[in-house]
C-alpha cells in the first residue's frame, strides 16, 4: 500500500498515454460486452421456451404453410394437451426503418398458450371481441407513442395492401427475453381480407408431459411423412434456435470480432506498457540502488498494468451495461430483451486481467531482470 | 578492523571477444567515519570499484566485507535488502524520479522499512532540512536547480542513516558555487554527523575537501 503512490505517479507521467490506453482498453471491453450480449441475448431467445411446448412446421421450410385440417389431428396426438397456431405477417409500419414481428393468431388459444403475455383481462376481452383489433407490446407502444384505441395502418408486404387495426390491448412479458415489441392480431382479420384462403404458417402444441416431446414429435411427422405437406416437428426452443441460425454462425462471428479486438488492444496495451518500461530503465536501476527488489518492481509494473486494464475495463463494462439498460437497447427489434448479464460482466473483467497479464508480464520481468550496472550506464 | 574491507578483488568484463580487466587482486581498507576520495583518469575503475562496494556489481574473484558483511556473496534479495539499511548512494546526475516531488524521492528509500508515515514524515524533514533544501520538499525536480536536485539526492542517500554514504561524481554537473555547496554540506556530514563517505571524483578541488585521497591508475591503487 506504501508503494501505491508510486504507481499512482507513473501513470500520471505521460496523462495522455494513459488515459488513450485507458481508452483503448474501455472500447475493446466495451465491443466485448456488446457483441458477447448479441450472443447471450440470442441465446436468452431459445431459453425462454417453454419444454412442454412444441412447434410444427413443414418440413421443407418454414415458408411454406399447413393445411388447417391438421389442427384436428394434431389435437389428436396422445400427450397433445392443446394446439394453436400462428402466421408470419411481414408488413411495415411507417417509413419501414423500424422493423417489429407481426403474427396473425387465433386470440383464445394463443393467449392460452402463452401465459408469459401478460394483458389486463379488459383489454383481453376486447382484444378477442373485436376482429381488427390488434394487441401490442409495451415497448412497441412506447417507441412510436401509440395509444390505448388508436387506428394503425401497416403496409403488407406478404400480404399486399394497408391493413388497418385498432389497438385494445397492451401486453408485458412475464420474461425479459420475451419480445416487448412485437404486434398480434387475428387470424381470421387476415383470412378474411386475403384473396385466397390461407392456412397457418406454424402450429405450437403444448404437450401434459415434457417427457413426452420425443414420442409426440416421431408421431406428429410419421403421420404427415407421405402427405402433400410434411411436418417437422420440435420443441419450442429447437423453433427459436433455428431462427438464430438463420443468421449464420452468430456465436462464431461475434466471438471472432470480440477476440480480434480484444488481440488488437492487447497489442496497442502492450506496447504502451513496453514504451513505459524502456523509458524507465535508468528510474529502476535508482530504484534498485536504493533497496527495491526484483519481485517489488515486477509487483510494481505488474499492478500498473492492472490499473490500466482494470481502468478501461470498468469505464467499457459498466458503460456497456448502463448504457444498453438505460437506453433499452433492442437491436432495432431484433434482440428483445438485449442485457449484458453478470456473466459477461464477469468474463469482461477476466480478460481485462489476462490483458493485463499479457501486457505486463514482459516489461515487469525486464525490470525485475534488469541488472543495476546495466540500468546505469543508460543514465550516467 | 575497518568499515570496508577489499580483499584480493579481480573484476574484469567481456567486451565482444576482448576480456577487459579493470583490477587485479585489489586490497584496500576504509575506516569507520572516514572522508575518502577516489581519484583517478577514466577508465581506472574507480566507479566499478564504488559498485562494488554498494554491492550492486559482483567481484570476479576476491571479497568486500563492509561492517562485517561479506557483500560480494550475497544473494540478490539479500543484497538488495543490506543495500536499503547500509548504502546511501548519490549519482553524478542526480537520478532524481520526475514523477515525484523532492519529499517523494527522499522518502523512497523508508518506504522499504517498517516505519510509520508519521515516523517517515518525521525522517525525510530532518534529511532535507540537513542538506538545505526544506523549503523545496514539495518541488518537482524539474522545478529545482542541479544544486538543489544533488541536495535531494544526498538528502535520499541519508535518509535511512546508512552505514556508508557512496558519491559517484556527485559535483559533476555542477557550477562552481553549487559544487562547493556539496562539498561543504559532504564535510558536515562527515564531521558533524560521523557519516562514512566515499566519493569518487575527477575533480581535484573537491577531494581536497576529503580526509584521505586515493589514486587509481588501471586498476592499481598508486602511491
Known amino acids: 500500500m506504501k508503494l501505491l503512490p508510486l504507481v499512482f505517479a507513473n501513470l500520471r507521467r505521460h496523462t495522455l498515454r494513459t488515459v488513450l490506453t485507458i481508452l483503448g482498453v474501455a472500447l475493446a471491453t466495451f465491443l466485448f460486452a456488446t457483441l458477447r450480449s448479441v450472443v447471450t441475448t440470442l441465446n436468452a431467445g431459445t431459453e425462454v421456451a417453454s419444454a412442454s411446448r412444441m412447434v410444427v412446421q413443414h418440413a421443407t421450410a418454414i415458408v411454406f404453410p399447413l393445411p388447417m385440417s391438421y389442427r384436428a389431428r394434431l389435437a389428436a396426438v396422445p400427450g397433445v394437451e392443446a394446439v394453436t397456431w400462428a402466421n408470419w405477417f411481414g408488413g411495415q409500419y411507417g417509413d419501414g426503418r423500424v422493423f417489429f414481428a407481426q403474427f396473425a393468431i387465433d386470440p383464445a388459444s394463443y393467449l392460452a398458450m402463452y401465459p408469459e403475455i401478460s394483458v389486463p383481462p379488459e383489454q383481453r376481452t376486447a382484444f378477442e371481441r373485436e376482429r381488427t383489433a390488434a394487441l401490442v407490446g409495451k415497448g412497441l407502444m412506447e417507441v412510436f407513442g401509440w395509444r390505448l384505441g388508436q387506428d394503425v395502418t401497416i403496409r403488407g408486404t406478404i400480404f399486399p395492401g394497408d391493413w388497418t387495426f385498432t389497438i385494445r390491448g397492451v401486453y408485458t412479458p412475464t420474461v425479459r427475453a420475451l419480445d416487448d415489441r412485437s404486434f398480434i392480431f387475428h387470424y381470421d382479420y387476415l383470412d378474411e381480407r386475403t384473396e385466397h384462403r390461407i392456412t397457418p404458417g406454424w402450429y405450437i402444441l403444448r404437450l401434459s408431459d415434457p417427457a413426452l416431446a420425443p414420442t409426440v414429435a416421431q408421431t406428429i411427422d410419421e403421420t404427415f411423412r407421405n402427405s402433400s405437406d410434411p411436418t417437422k416437428t420440435g420443441t419450442e426452443k429447437a423453433f427459436n434456435q433455428s431462427f438464430v441460425t438463420m443468421w449464420g454462425n452468430v456465436q462464431f462471428l461475434m466471438n471472432s470480432i470480440g477476440m480480434a479486438v480484444v488481440f488488437a488492444i492487447l497489442m496497442v496495451t502492450a506496447n504502451a506498457m513496453m514504451m513505459t518500461a524502456r523509458e524507465r530503465t535508468g528510474e529502476v536501476a535508482v530504484l534498485k540502488t536504493v533497496g527495491f527488489t526484483d519481485r517489488t518492481l515486477f509487483v510494481l509494473v505488474m499492478v500498473e498494468a492492472c490499473l490500466i486494464t482494470v481502468s478501461g475495463a470498468v469505464l467499457g463494462l459498466g458503460g456497456a451495461k448502463l448504457l444498453y439498460a438505460g437506453t433499452q437497447f433492442n437491436g432495432f427489434g431484433f434482440l428483445p430483451g438485449f442485457d449484458v448479464t453478470a456473466a459477461t460482466l464477469v468474463m469482461g473483467f477476466g480478460i481485462a486481467l489476462l490483458l493485463a497479464l499479457a501486457s505486463g508480464l514482459v516489461p515487469a520481468l525486464r525490470a525485475a531482470r534488469l541488472p543495476i550496472v546495466q540500468a546505469l550506464r543508460h543514465v550516467e | ?223
Open chain 2, 1 to 223: 578492523m575497518a568499515l570496508v574491507e577489499v580483499r584480493n578483488v579481480s573484476k574484469s568484463f567481456q567486451r565482444d571477444t576482448q576480456v577487459i580487466e579493470v583490477f587485479e587482486r585489489l586490497s584496500l581498507d576504509f575506516e569507520e567515519r572516514s572522508f575518502t576520495a577516489l581519484m583517478g583518469p577514466s577508465g581506472s575503475g574507480k566507479s566499478t570499484l564504488l559498485n562494488l562496494i554498494a554491492g550492486l556489481d559482483r567481484p570476479t574473484s576476491g571479497t568486500v566485507t563492509v561492517g562485517g558483511a561479506e557483500v560480494s556473496a550475497m544473494r540478490p534479495s539479500a543484497l538488495a535488502a543490506w543495500r536499503a539499511r547500509h548504502i546511501g548512494f548519490v549519482f553524478q546526475s542526480y537520478n532524481l524520479l520526475p514523477v515525484l516531488t523532492a519529499f517523494q524521492n527522499v522518502e523512497l528509500p523508508l518506504l522499504l522499512t517498517r516505519l510509520t508515515r508519521r515516523e517517515r514524515d518525521e525522517r525525510v524533514r530532518i534529511a532535507l532540512g540537513v542538506v538545505g533544501v526544506e523549503d523545496r520538499m514539495h518541488h518537482y525536480p524539474r522545478q529545482l536547480s542541479g544544486g538543489q536536485e544533488q541536495r535531494v539526492a544526498i538528502a535520499r542517500a541519508i535518509v535511512s542513516d546508512p552505514t556508508l554514504t557512496l558519491l559517484d561524481e556527485p559535483t559533476g554537473q555542477l557550477d562552481k558555487r553549487s559544487a562547493e555547496e556539496v562539498l561543504a554540506l559532504l564535510q558536515r556530514l562527515n564531521g558533524e554527523f560521523r557519516k562514512t563517505i566515499i566519493m569518487v571524483t575527477h575533480d581535484a578541488h573537491a577531494a581536497e575537501r576529503a580526509k584521505q585521497v586515493l589514486h587509481l591508475e588501471k586498476g592499481v591503487l598508486a602511491a
